[in-house]
């Protein structure tokens, strides 16, 4: 009897999500960027924003806001029990500590919903109800593992000759020549050495930890390496790309013995993507209603002109993967496709007033293969510059005889408060010798002190509208 009541209610629980997704009552809002974007504080900031009582001075360019519709929002009981929940108390301890300090980075996929009540405009539910509830389920996951969605169109030697093209890149980390070292002493077409593939592995594994974390690159597979979680040590992570191979020599290593070591290696490289990668989009991706995807352009920059390249490919690869297009009812129950995508800049705040319509125009520009590949399988796709959670104040001062903008905030480590310039934001891609004319020196700043009012915010209600605004007239 028990199993049996259990069925019922799991087949009860997803009875009621399906007829509210028919009902436009339900929607999936993915969040995701490359690591770094600030995916943890975007979401505790508009958590934060939605449940606060004063949402008619705070978000006043949502429009179910502005108009006095909304009733209140409260969190609820997420319906995935299988996926942890998005720790939004933990977060905000850290902005509400002395000093405060950002929340940790994302380290798993996490999950929070809300249940937004308002009063209906127009529609069948406007004439039978005096209020209506939109159920938000903002999924958030590590931007490490957006890495691997390439993977899953590549097959071992395709994949192997595609890692081949990052010498350039590989070569920037002072642990690329122990790696390259190694994996020459590697007979790949005689019979695996357990022990050699993992030391190689761990010296691959060292070479993607030192490009992301120390040398400011973004791409980096598989992912998982970097965030092995309960993966750490086994097989599935124990392999690696075979560079600087010819075609002929890959057809060779393909008709090697199944011991061989590059066997091994294409065994392994293939059970991650069908263990790994696949599952994760079959069972994430493909749920998406909406995506944001959150980019921190002003850290690139600063970073330099390969690494900003590097931001760039990762971030059109990883767009290619999304599954765009309109959808239609039988697919909103079934399999859902991404109908509208926001693409933003995040940490706007950190640039004056002047400059975040250059970074709006530099967003664009590095995204635009991939709005034009969105807008012709069907999907909306807007750009904005936002802050979720402001670290900084605008204002002016005059130098020389002249007004110049500025912004003022706490040094990231310390305690210090800065007044600057951070600098012109370029509105288009940077070409030929101007990285090695002009750098960049965006600052990065701390949270500010815990104001009474609450936190500030650039452009969330604009934000809110373009995600929202059509499910809740």
Known sequence: ????????????????????????????????????????????????????????????????????????VRREMQPDLDIASFDYQGALASLNSEPPTWPASTRNISELRLAIKYRPLQGLVAK??????????????????????????????????????????????????????????????????????????SLYQALLTDLVRNQGFYQAQPGRMLLPGDLDGTPMLTFFPVLSMDM?????????????????????????????????????????????????????????????????????????????????????LFAPRIDKLLIAASKADHATLDQQGNLLHLLGDVLKQSRHVAHFEGCQVETMAISAIRATEAGSLFHEGKSQQVIQGYELQGNQLLTLFPGEVPRTLPKGDFWEAQGFDFATFRPKDPPQAGMQHLRLDHLLEYMLGDKMR
């Open 1 to 72: 009897m028990g199993k049996i009541s259990h069925t019922f209610t799991s087949l009860s629980r997803h009875s009621r999500q399906w007829m509210q997704r028919g009902a436009d009552r339900h929607l999936r809002l993915a969040v995701t960027g490359l690591s770094g974007a600030g995916k943890t504080a975007f979401i505790t900031g508009l958590v934060h924003q939605l449940t606060a009582d004063n949402c008619a001075l705070q978000l006043p360019l949502w429009q179910v806001c502005r108009s006095q519709r909304l009733i209140g």
């Open 128 to 201: 039978v109800t005096e209020s209506a509830t939109l159920y938000l389920d903002i999924i958030d996951y590590p931007g490490e593992w957006l890495l691997d969605l390439p993977m899953l169109k590549q097959a071992f030697d395709q994949w192997s000759r595609q890692q081949s093209l990052r010498a350039e890149v590989f070569a920037r980390s002072p642990a690329y020549s122990p790696f390259i070292d190694a994996l020459k002493n590697v007979q790949l077409d005689e019979r695996a050495d357990e022990q050699q593939l993992q030391q190689v592995a």
């Open 248 to 332: 002929s020599t890959f057809s060779r290593l393909e008709l090697a013995p199944r011991d061989s070591a590059y066997q091994v290696l294409k065994t392994r490289y293939q059970e991650y993507v069908n263990k790994v990668v696949k599952p994760f989009y079959r069972h994430h991706f493909a749920h998406f209603d909406r995506q944001i995807v959150l980019v921190d352009c002003l850290s690139a920059l600063n970073r330099g002109r390969l690494q900003f390249e590097d931001m760039t490919n990762a971030l059109t690869e990883v767009l290619e993967s999304f599954q765009f297009g309109k959808s239609p009812l039988l697919r909103r």
